[in-house]
């Protein structure tokens, strides 16, 4: 966002709120107090929403220009979470009825000892960054002659 444009949409924010609270303070007949109002409505919306929409962009774009730096972090923690959700699946499923018990704990059993398998591949994992870059060449197909 430019400063320019920020400025414009802070003033237009700015003035169209205090109109409003001007038409709603100072007496005036109910008609073109309302009519007035109705109409300022859109345009504080309209500056509002500009600001956040800005903003929001401004943010996304210092994020998305920085890339995955901790690949393999990221990689091991996703297995981990997906260790997780298996767990609780199994132990809803059990709680349910549709597996046995008896079998649904022994198998609850080996994943925990998964995971505390895997928080070593984490903790081995954190604060090394990946080498090489996170694009991916293609190759272009090979043309015959």
Do not use: C
Not at 26 to 54: C, K, T
């Amino acid at each position: 966002m430019t400063p320019w444009s920020r400025s414009l949409y802070l003033t237009v924010l700015m003035a169209g709120v205090l109109a409003d609270a001007a038409i709603l303070y100072f007496p005036v007949d109910q008609a073109p107090r309302v009519i007035i109002g109705l109409l300022l409505v859109p345009v504080i919306l309209w500056a509002g929403i500009r600001l956040e929409a800005m903003a929001m962009l401004t943010n996304q774009d210092r994020w998305a220009s920085r890339g995955r730096v901790f690949r393999e972090l990221r990689s091991q923690v996703v297995m981990l979470l997906e260790h997780v959700r298996r767990l609780n699946w199994i132990a809803v499923d059990a709680e349910r009825g549709f597996r046995d018990r008896d079998d649904a704990m022994r198998e609850m059993d080996a994943i925990e000892d998964e995971i505390r398998d895997m928080i070593s591949d984490v903790r081995r994992a954190a604060g090394k960054p990946t080498a090489e870059p996170e694009t991916t060449l293609i190759r272009a197909p090979e043309t015959v002659a």
